[in-house]
């Protein structure tokens, strides 16, 4: 099976600006899980969509927005960005019962500069 | 609060010497605990699952209850074992919550 691809690799946009991330999981599964990664906060979970519906949110603010489609594919969005929204993104793809072996692929991240 | 906790930021051994990674857990319920490697300029992967109660590459991973941890062993490190590991708590089957992390360096 392909992996989890998440596009674009880089990313270097101007404070005030808004991103879109992409993140296509492993073919079958339907649920799909951001994170943030940061030298000083770790691994954060920002949000989780199965089937088109949210069903778990972290402690991100609004700025923080996400969505799945019909094909699994989801979106990350970031409005209004900060410098503290550096960081490398990164997607997770699971069948989302919770129950397989395997747990959460993640993808090799989206590298997102802000300055 | 769920938490996991990761205590050491780095921990570095010798080539041959045994390793414990540790991993304390706070969930009310029953946990769904993980560990994660992240090898230079690679993707983060599963390395184990608790309830598949597996080893791989080496590495095994008891959950105790009673202590609410988690921790990683091996019996022998190796030098391609010098990675970050992350200890990750199944939330609700739709999130996993990390530990920060700790920096295995093994050296010959």
């Known amino acids: 099976k392909a992996g989890v691809t998440q596009t674009p690799r880089y990313l270097i946009k101007t404070r005030g600006q808004q991103v879109t991330l992409s993140c296509s999981p492993i073919s079958g599964h339907r649920s799909v899980s951001w994170y943030q990664q940061t030298p000083g906060q770790g691994l954060q979970f920002l949000f989780e969509y199965f089937s088109e519906t949210q069903r778990n949110k972290g402690n991100f603010p609004g700025r923080f927005s996400g969505r799945q489609f019909s094909n699994s594919r989801s979106e990350m969005n970031v409005s209004t960005l900060e410098l503290g929204d550096s960081a490398l993104y990164l997607c997770a793809s699971s069948d989302g019962t919770g129950k397989s072996n395997y747990g959460y692929t993640f993808g090799s991240g989206t590298r997102l500069t802000v300055v | 609060a769920q938490r996991v906790t990761q205590p050491e930021k780095l921990l570095s051994v010798f080539k041959g010497a045994p390793v414990e990674l540790k991993c304390n857990y706070s969930?009310?319920?029953?946990?769904?605990l993980f560990w994660y490697v992240q090898y230079s300029r690679q993707r983060l992967q599963l390395l184990l699952r608790h309830i598949s109660r597996e080893s791989i590459k080496g590495f095994t991973a008891d959950l105790n209850k009673g202590e609410t941890s988690f921790h990683l062993k091996k019996p022998f490190a190796q030098e391609e074992d010098s990675a970050m590991y992350y200890c990750?708590?199944?939330?609700?089957?739709?999130?996993?919550?990390f530990g920060k992390g700790t920096t295995l360096s093994v050296s010959s």
């Open positions: 969930y009310s319920g029953s946990p769904e």
């Open positions: 990750a708590l199944n939330q609700a089957g739709t999130a996993l919550i």
